[in-house]
């Protein structure tokens, strides 16, 4: 049964901390994405990747997040330094073009990240 | 450029009483058009997908979407309630020239006993 699988789910730090977040796509997988979620905002997506490659990181604060994927087996997402707004439910997707034209993302479990 | 609105914030049935969830759309090109549902402390899991085939399609636990082209709906239909849909929906288009999703602001369903 393939599934994204993401570590930590929880993650409790303190503001000025560094917070590591990492996604593993199913295998064959070749988008990932990274998607923020609060009460106020909604989902929100991050970033993006194709192969590997960065394609859009438009929604990222740029100062204090990055997005990285070393290899196809793992996507990362770092914030550094951590403030208390970063306080969220971040969510991994991948995806694939299927059959037909279709295409449909595949989410991960979140990580629950509060910024005391 | 591609948008999505669901009408209502909040929907409440009584369970075995019909769900209707309703969402519009705005694209410049035939969408591709999803369904997905959260429950609580959850991730996101895919009902059903929409990309031009037929206009009625039929999703997991009994749910099924109608795309409307002449009205840019594609509203979201359960004949009978259960107590586990409790969750919340959101109704996602596709970007035409990507692979980016563009999330509805959600419907939370609440089913009374």
């Known amino acids: 049964d393939a599934r994204v699988t993401q570590t930590p789910r929880d993650k409790v730090t303190e503001m000025g901390q560094e917070v590591t977040m990492r996604c593993q796509p199913i295998?064959?997988?070749?988008?990932v994405f990274w998607y923020r979620q609060t009460m106020m905002q909604g989902l929100e997506l991050l970033a993006y990747?194709?192969?590997?490659?960065?394609?859009?990181d438009s929604g990222m604060p740029k100062d204090r997040f990055s997005a990285e994927m070393p290899d196809a087996t793992l996507a990362t997402l770092k914030i550094q330094p951590s403030e208390p707004r970063d306080s969220a439910v971040y969510f991994c997707?991948?995806?694939?073009?299927?059959?037909?034209?279709?295409?449909?993302?595949?989410f991960g479990p979140g990580t629950r990240l509060t910024v005391l | 450029a591609q948008s999505v609105t669901q009408l209502d914030s909040h929907v409440s049935v009584s369970e075995g009483t019909p769900v209707l969830l309703r969402c519009n759309y705005s694209s410049s090109y035939s969408p591709s058009l999803f369904w997905y549902v959260q429950h609580p402390n959850k991730g996101l899991q895919l009902l059903l997908k929409?990309?031009?085939?037929?206009?009625l399609v039929k999703g997991i636990n009994g749910f099924e979407a109608e795309f409307k082209k002449s009205e840019t709906s594609f509203h979201l239909t359960k004949p009978s309630a259960h107590m586990s849909d409790a969750a919340e929906y959101f109704c996602?288009?596709?970007?035409?020239?990507?692979?980016?999703?563009?999330f509805g602001s959600g419907t939370r369903l609440l089913v009374r006993p």
């Open positions: 996602v288009v596709k970007m035409d020239s990507s692979y980016k999703l563009i």
């Open positions: 929409y990309t031009s085939a037929a206009t």
């Open positions: 990747f194709r192969n590997r490659a960065p394609l859009d």
């Open positions: 997707a991948s995806g694939a073009p299927g059959t037909s034209g279709s295409y449909e993302q595949f």
């Open positions: 295998l064959g997988h070749n988008t």
